[in-house]
């Protein structure tokens, strides 16, 4: 069965720091994987997405995930924290093979961003 | 592109009556599912529908609970006899051909 596992529930930065929020999945297939961003009494916003083809991948607001096949990670980067990026981070997965489309989430990785 | 959108946002019942959600996906998308989301926890999958069929649902799908999307767009998700444990959010999202999910807001039921 897939699953993903997010390394720590919160994480905190200071505003210009590097972020790093971890992500490694489980699947038996080579997987479609994503990143998502939920900002507090809001629905879930892609980032990004890795699908085929370049293994890092830039999304929206200066963030950008590497696939790493060998590690089954997909962990998500930002050179430069910003106050504006403090919310909630979901890392899915969607199998590539069957389960028509489902996405498995991850527990969720809450930033903070502190001046 | 209006987005996906969820009615109402917040619903607050108390246990045992009957609630029912309302999602209208992005026009001309034809896959739309249905996750619930609990606090502290990411989505978990509910349901699924390719136009008008309904073709997965998860075992967290309880046979108090009932989705429907009769003319392949809008879906409804309804709850009877609603339990203190069905408090949660529930999320809407629909795709184009399954690759990327639009979520829609979300709505946040409390159950009493």
């Known amino acids: 069965a897939q699953s993903v596992t997010q390394l720590g529930s919160h994480v905190s930065v200071s505003e210009g720091a590097l972020v790093l929020l971890r992500c490694n999945y489980s699947?038996?297939?080579?997987?479609?994987l994503f990143w998502y961003v939920q900002y507090p009494n809001q629905g879930l916003q892609l980032l990004l997405k890795y699908t085929t083809g370049a293994t890092l991948v830039k999304g929206i607001n200066g963030f950008e995930a590497e696939f790493k096949k060998s590690e089954t990670s997909f962990h998500l980067t930002k050179p430069s924290a910003h106050m504006s990026d403090a919310a909630e981070y979901f890392c899915?997965?969607?199998?590539?093979?069957?389960?028509?489309?489902?996405?498995?989430f991850g527990a969720g990785t809450r930033l903070a961003v502190h001046p | 592109d209006t987005g996906v959108s969820q009615d109402p946002r917040h619903k607050i019942t108390k246990r045992g009556q009957n609630v029912t959600f309302r999602c209208d996906p992005i026009?001309?998308?034809?896959?739309l599912y249905w996750y619930r989301q609990t606090l502290g926890q990411g989505p978990e999958f509910l349901t699924y529908?390719?136009?008008?069929?309904?073709?997965?649902k998860s075992r967290l799908l309880s046979d108090r609970f009932s989705a429907e999307r009769p003319k392949g767009s809008f879906s409804t998700l309804e709850i009877q006899r609603t339990e203190q444990g069905d408090s949660a959010m529930y999320l809407c999202?629909?795709?184009?051909?399954?690759?990327?999910?639009?979520f829609g807001p979300g709505t946040r039921l409390l159950v009493l």
């Open positions: 026009s001309e998308h034809n896959r």
């Open positions: 699947s038996s297939v080579p997987p479609y």
């Open positions: 999202a629909s795709s184009p051909r399954g690759e990327t999910q639009y």
């Open positions: 899915a997965v969607r199998p590539e093979a069957g389960g028509y489309n489902k996405l498995i």
């Open positions: 529908f390719q136009n008008e069929a309904q073709l997965e």
